[in-house]
Structures are given as C-alpha cells and as structure tokens.
C-alpha cells in the first residue's frame, strides 16, 4: 500500500469513528472495559501504560481509575515531537493531566518519569486493527520506536471499537505487533 493510500484508509477509519454518537462510545467503551479487566495480563500488571484517549478513541478512563484504585502504577505517554518519542510519566488520578503536543491529554507531572524496562503490560490506541496484531496508527511511528524498549514478551494490548478492524493492515518492517485486540464484540489474541 502507498503512503496516500494508507492517508485513505486512515481517513476513512476515523472518519467511521467519529459517526458514533457519544451514548454510542459510552456503551462500547463500558463492553470493552469489562472484557479488559478480564484479561489475565491486565489484573496482574503492576506497572501499565495507558494511552490518554482524545478524539472519538475508546474512553481510557475506567481503567486508568480502576488501576490506579487497585494500587498499580498507572503511567501514560508524555510526546516528545522533535524525537517523535514517548516518555511513560506515573499519573496520581485520572485527571492529573494537562494538555500536550497534537492537544493530546498527558501527566501533569513530568518529573514522575518511569522506566521502559519497569512496564508490565501497555494498553494503547489505534487507528485501524487486524486479527493477527497488525497496527495502523495515526502516522507518527511513536509507538513503533516506544514498544521495542520494553522488556520482552512484555503484553501489548490494544483497544478499538469493531468497526476499526480490517482484513489485513499494511505493515512495514518497523512496524509493532500486538497481543491482542480487545473491542466490544471480542478478543482478538495473536495465535
Ligand atoms: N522504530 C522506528 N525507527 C525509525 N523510524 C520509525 C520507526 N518506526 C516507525 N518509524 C517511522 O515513522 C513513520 C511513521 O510510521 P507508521 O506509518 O508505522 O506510523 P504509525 O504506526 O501509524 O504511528 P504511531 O505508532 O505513532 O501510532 C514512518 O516514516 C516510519 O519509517
Ligand atoms: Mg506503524
């Protein structure tokens, strides 16, 4: 797939997002949540990192509250443009946040930095998903260069609603493969 093609399909899945009305997303999100916190690698975590939803992405909140609840250390990505890198930075509530790059919500707090190598499962976003762990994500290659820091076999977990998932992904040799898929009508785990 070339590189406007790839634009194309983007466009097309977030467009399809956003056609979702907010009650909508707010009984999706409640099904994916439920079918999250029943993921054996999500109640052992100790340490996670959380992706901070903008835009019509699926609501992190319920689980960045029920971690933090459970007395796990819930971080989530502060973006570093200029290195097209993320920083994982611990959050003390669901709304210990401020505004970051691309208006993306991140930790209030820089200074509470943690450790690639002490993440025990990431939960992030996308913008299209397939059934073997294939990622689209929004452009930037942000989470390509982030997930290989993170200890091996360290369990990366992505959210999304249905509708974003595709036959295939257009993948490239850089590109980060996940565990499992978790929308509303399913689990999606990499055999
Ligand atoms: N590990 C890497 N090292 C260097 N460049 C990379 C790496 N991963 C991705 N890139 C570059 O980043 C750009 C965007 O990559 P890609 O299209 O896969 O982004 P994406 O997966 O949609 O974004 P994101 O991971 O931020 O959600 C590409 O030009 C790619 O070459
Ligand atoms: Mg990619």
Redesign the pocket.
Known sequence: MNPAEKKALRRRLLDERQTLSVEARAALDQKILNRLLALPEVQAANTMLVYLDFRAEVSSRGLIEWGIAQGKTVCAPVTIVDERRLIPVKLRCADDVILGAYDIREPANRSDTVDAEEIDLVVLP?VGFDREGG???????????FL?KLKPGTPRIAVAYELQMLDAVPL?P??ARLDAVVTEARVYRRM
């Open positions: 996308g990622r689209l994500g929004y452009g930037g290659g942000y989470y390509d260069r290989p490239e850089h590109d």
